[in-house]
C-alpha cells in the first residue's frame, strides 16, 4: 500500500470513528456543558418516568418568546437545536404549577425568600433586564433556577412548559472553574 492510500485509509477510518463516537454520543443523550450555571463539562440526558418534582435538575428546550429570543439574541443563551434556536438549558426546578412567584429584588416562592436568586435590572453590558412579573405557576409548567449569579432563567423568562423537559440532568464528567 502507499504512503497516500495508507494516509487516506487512516483519515477514513478517523472519520468513520468519530461519526460512531458522535452517533453514540447523541443517541445515549450526552451532552456537553460550556455554560456557567452548572459545572462545566460532560452531562447524560435521563429519562423521567415520574412527575417532574421541586429539587429536580433537568434538561429542558425553552419555547420561543420575548424573554428566550431576547436572551438568545444577546447570547445569554447558548444557540442549538431546541425550537427557539437555543441548546437544551439545564436548570433546577424550583416552583410547580400553582405555586406563587413574587419578583422583587430576589425570586419568592410562597412568601419563602429563594437562595441566590438576586434579580438584575442591567446585564454585565449595562443593557436592561426585563424580570418576569411573578404570579401563579400555571398548569403544565414549571419555574426553573439556577444558584450561578449570572444564570439566566424563570427570573426573567418566568415559568416554562414541563412538556419541553427533555429528562433529569445527570453530572457525568464536570468541574467548576
Not at 435521563?46 to 439574541?73: H, M, Q, W, Y
Not at 429563594?114 to 405557576?137: C, F, H, I, N
Not at 426553573?144 to 419541553?164: C, I, N, Q, W
Request: charged share 20%; glycine share 10%.
Amino acid at each position: 500500500m502507499t504512503r497516500q492510500r495508507r494516509a487516506l485509509a487512516t483519515i477514513g477510518a478517523g472519520a468513520v470513528l468519530l461519526g460512531a463516537m458522535a452517533a453514540a454520543f447523541a443517541w445515549g443523550g450526552y451532552r456537553v456543558n460550556f455554560t456557567l450555571s452548572y459545572p462545566l463539562g460532560l452531562w447524560q440526558i435521563e429519562t423521567l418516568d415520574r412527575p417532574v418534582a421541586v429539587g429536580d435538575r433537568v434538561f429542558i428546550c425553552p419555547p420561543s418568546g420575548p424573554a428566550v429570543d431576547l436572551a438568545r439574541d444577546r447570547f445569554y443563551l447558548p444557540r442549538g437545536l431546541c425550537p427557539a434556536g437555543t441548546a437544551p438549558l439545564i436548570k433546577t426546578v424550583v416552583a410547580l404549577a400553582g405555586q406563587s412567584i413574587r419578583i422583587e429584588n430576589q425570586v419568592i416562592i410562597d412568601d419563602v425568600p429563594l437562595a441566590a436568586s438576586t434579580v438584575y435590572a442591567q446585564d454585565a453590558e449595562g443593557r436592561p433586564m426585563m424580570p418576569w412579573k411573578g404570579g401563579v405557576v400555571p398548569e403544565g409548567e414549571v419555574f426553573l433556577h439556577s444558584d450561578f449569579v449570572g444564570s439566566y432563567d424563570s427570573r426573567y423568562f418566568g415559568p416554562l412548559p414541563a412538556d419541553g423537559i427533555l429528562g433529569l440532568a445527570r453530572e457525568v464528567l464536570t468541574f467548576t472553574p
